[in-house]
């Protein structure tokens, strides 16, 4: 099992609605948790930390992070074209000083 | 956010030869830069780990003798390949960060072609 997992998509959405991510990790001892979202032939660039449960809202962004469950999502509102890209879940799993990241989600926004 | 440069952007090389990749952090002293290639349409792949001032920690299978890395400073590491091939064409992006269980960010990358 990998240590954190997305459904890699292709995801769809129509233009103003909310596109959900998710991301689930096996490490019940992770902690902090990001959110990447990689254009093509760019570099990735952190749009999201959570460090505990609950929500965490920045702009048209929403993270949410499930301990108990062991998932986190993304929830991007009023969805943008702009916001087509490969979004990348990681964390740290515990005692390891290196992000490991989910395979990441490639999202479309059809105008 | 934090910012962090790389440069060169982009480099053309010749096999046989070695090319140098520079990360910097602009805005904070990065404790911990990571150096990551990506292939097209594939995912990440962190190639190793270094701490200022000491030893680089490599991912397995990849070569240290050939991705030699520097971490002198808390704002710059130095990636070189060395004896380039044409199959280590490749974007090569660094990350740093300030240490502990926080945030890593992402240089611009390097598109490296070998030919």
């Known amino acids: 099992q990998k240590e954190v997992e997305q459904n890699s998509g292709p995801l769809s959405v129509p233009e103003g609605a909310i596109a959900s991510l998710n991301c689930t990790y096996s490490d019940r001892g992770s902690q902090s948790f990001f959110w990447y979202r990689q254009y093509s032939g760019k570099s990735p660039e952190l749009i999201m930390s959570i460090y505990s449960n609950g929500d965490k809202e920045d702009g048209r962004f929403t993270a949410q992070l499930n301990k108990a469950s062991q998932y986190v999502s993304l929830l991007i509102r009023d969805s943008q074209p702009s916001d087509s890209a490969t979004y990348l879940c990681?964390?740290?799993?515990?005692?390891?000083?290196?992000?490991?990241f989910g395979q990441g989600t490639r999202l479309t926004i059809n105008p | 956010g934090a910012v962090v440069s790389q440069h060169p952007s982009w480099v053309i090389c010749k096999s046989g030869t070695s090319v140098k990749i520079e990360c910097r952090s602009l805005d904070f002293q990065a404790t911990t830069m990571f150096w990551y290639r990506q292939f097209p349409k594939k995912s990440l792949m962190l190639m190793a780990t270094?701490?200022?001032?000491?030893?680089?920690?490599?991912e397995q299978g990849v070569e240290k003798d050939k991705f030699l890395i520097n971490h002198a400073s808390l704002t710059l590491s130095t990636l070189t390949v060395t004896s380039a091939h044409p199959e280590d064409s490749s974007f090569y992006i660094c990350?740093?960060?300030?240490?502990?269980?926080?945030?890593?960010?992402f240089g611009p990358g390097t598109r490296l072609t070998v030919t």
């Open positions: 990681a964390g740290y799993p515990q005692g390891a000083q290196k992000l490991v």
């Open positions: 270094s701490n200022e001032g000491s030893k680089a920690t490599y």
């Open positions: 990350s740093a960060g300030a240490g502990g269980f926080y945030e890593q960010y």
